[in-house]
């Protein structure tokens, strides 16, 4: 059974820094795609960045040039560093795997086999 974790959410000011973490039992992290969505107030769950089993990285617009999405070899996780928080970057972090599929093109939520339970991000202004 397939389990994603993630880690490193909080409360921070705009402007700040936080690191999201996701971790897995059960699957061997970063051999298919991978991404990070989000959950906002609207109740969309957006994707925000993703990692190809190959390393090419996607980001959505919103988040270009202040997320990078990498894995962590020594702790064996899928991070997230979030650069330059704004308010609307607040909302549940979700960590999620495709079951087979190494190309995260075209991806959508439904496309995602696994899922993590996420993690609060909260942007004050």
């Known amino acids: 059974q397939v389990q994603l974790v993630e880690s490193g959410g909080g409360s921070v000011q705009a402007g700040g820094s936080l690191t999201l973490s996701c971790a897995a039992d059960?699957?061997?992290?970063?051999?298919?795609?991978m991404g990070w969505f989000r959950q906002t107030s609207t109740n969309e769950r957006e994707g925000v960045a993703f990692?190809?089993?190959?390393?090419?990285?996607l980001y959505a617009d919103s988040v270009k040039g202040r997320f990078t999405v990498f894995k962590d070899n020594k702790k064996n996780t899928l991070d997230l560093k979030m650069n330059s928080l704004k308010p609307e970057d607040s909302g549940m972090y979700y960590c999620?795997?495709?079951?087979?599929?190494?190309?995260?093109?075209?991806?959508?939520?439904?496309?995602?086999?696994?899922w993590g339970q996420g993690t609060k991000v909260t942007v004050s202004s």
């Open positions: 999620a795997a495709h079951r087979w599929s190494e190309s995260c093109t075209d991806m959508t939520p439904a496309d995602l086999t696994y």
């Open positions: 059960g699957y061997t992290l970063g051999s298919t795609c």
């Open positions: 990692r190809h089993a190959y390393r090419l990285t």
